[in-house]
């Protein structure tokens, strides 16, 4: 089978380096991909959010699977065009998307449903949302804008001040644009973070292994909010009984939900999960895969994902288990220094050739110019070692990252300092 992959980052090389040891697929393409995925794949130059070419590339070069790596064409409907011109595509359609696209609606369909969740309130008028906060007394409190906002519209605000001044900058001053015209205020919940990654056809459904992303710049989980420093699989704090309670209280009250609103949501679901008290409280939903969680888990599955992802596209999920590696998966994020704030780019990046066979090294914000490869992003690759335990594989994981350099180069030293300390 000819399969597309839609995206360019770490979790889309991740897909790609997955789908290519599948004996079913006979050749990959990635738009637009990047230099790591195009030693695997044939990148094409279509940007994820040109809708209409990938739906032509995909006509014109008889791909039997797209596979969608980031959620903006998702949000777009991608699934959607692709249903209505006959093309087998993996994510879902926009109806289904919006439990990403929308923090107000999959807040009002989590307490519809009796999802675990922190309270919350929403608001389009920024003098009633003031109002409401002038009276609050539960700080920290949490402002999301609503819509999609690259990972960045959400402020955790410590005291009533910083947080009058959070919804005068989502609400009033539109610092995240249209995705902030509408707020949703939240109950701070302090807890262990889990994203949880379910392959669904909307009813039939595949749990993978959980994994603990790190999503602060600076050690000891501190600073800014990243799209992602680094992660492990699989979390301990996913045992069975979480897995279980999650499965009953989380994913099928979801998935019966949107099949109720007449949108079954056919593709892979991440659950951002915080567990406090052995209760698996919903932060978020997001519609497709987590970066740099994929980096971590993908490796850990043993079967063939092709097919899987073929089935849900086809809108039966037939598949009844997965085999998964018993070993543990460990990833960090090499960043441009400065990230995520302003940071450099066209930096050379040395030693990856050194690095040993058994460490994988997905790109992410790299480019290829003048036969050198260099930094292209905040984020810029992901070092992944699997070993028999956690310890072991942080170790081959920093020892690889001791031989890779480039100007500025900066990652958190204590991925998994949680569980490497117990
Ligand atoms: N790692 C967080 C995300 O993918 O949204």
């Not at 929403?122 to 700080?139: G, L, M, N, P, S």
């Not at 920290?140 to 690259?150: E, M, Q, R």
């Not at 001040?161 to 302090?190: C, H, M, P, W, Y």
């Not at 920093?398 to 031989?403: P, Q, R, S, V």
């Amino acid at each position: 089978m000819k399969v597309l992959v839609v995206g360019g980052g770490g979790r889309e090389h991740a897909l790609v380096w997955k789908l290519s040891q599948s004996p079913v697929v006979e050749r990959i393409y990635c738009a637009p991909g990047n230099p790591g995925i195009a030693q695997l794949a044939e990148c094409v130059p279509l940007a994820a959010d040109d809708l209409d070419g990938l739906a032509a590339f995909a006509e014109k070069y008889g791909i039997d699977l797209t596979v969608v790596g980031p959620e903006i064409p998702l949000v777009m409907g991608i699934a959607d065009l692709f249903k209505k011109r006959g093309l087998a595509l993996f994510g879902p359609e926009a109806g289904a998307a919006l439990l990403e696209g929308s923090k107000a609606f999959s807040k009002k369909m989590m307490r519809e449903k009796d999802i675990p969740t922190a309270s919350f309130a929403v608001f389009d008028d920024a003098d009633a949302a003031r109002a409401y906060i002038t009276d609050y007394e539960d700080f920290p409190v949490v402002l999301k804008a609503d819509g999609l906002a690259a990972g960045k519209g959400v402020l955790i605000c410590a005291d009533k001040a910083e947080a009058l001044r959070g919804v005068d900058r989502i609400l009033a001053d539109k610092s995240f644009g249209n995705a902030g015209n509408t707020l949703v205020v939240e109950q701070f919940i302090r807890g262990d973070e889990l994203s949880l990654f379910v392959l669904t056809d909307g009813r039939r459904y595949l749990i993978l292994p959980p994994a603990q992303d790190h999503k602060k710049i600076g050690e000891g989980d501190t600073g800014a909010n990243t799209g992602g420093m680094g992660a492990y699989a699989p979390a301990p704090s996913g045992d069975k009984t979480l897995l279980r309670k999650v499965a009953a209280q989380v994913i099928e009250p979801t998935l019966e939900a949107m099949r109720d609103m007449g949108h079954p949501y056919r593709g892979l679901l991440y659950v951002g999960l915080i567990i406090r008290d052995g209760i698996p409280w919903v932060l978020e939903y997001n519609c497709r895969f987590g970066d740099p969680e994929t980096q971590a888990v993908l490796p850990l599955i043993e079967d063939d994902l092709a097919p899987v992802f073929l089935q849900i596209a086809r809108g039966k999920l037939e598949t009844e288990k997965l085999a998964v590696a018993a070993q543990c998966a460990f990833d960090v994020v090499l960043a441009s220094g400065g990230y995520p704030e302003a940071f450099q780019k066209g930096h050379v990046i040395q030693g990856l050739k050194d690095v040993a066979d058994d460490v994988l090294c997905f790109h992410a914000g790299t480019v290829l110019k003048e036969g050198q490869l260099r930094t292209a992003g905040g984020r810029v690759l992901n070092i992944v070692a699997l070993a028999e335990d956690f310890p072991a594989a942080a170790g081959k994981a920093y020892e690889a990252i001791g031989k890779i350099h480039f100007k500025d180069m900066y990652y958190r030293r204590d991925i998994g300092y949680k569980i490497l300390e117990k």
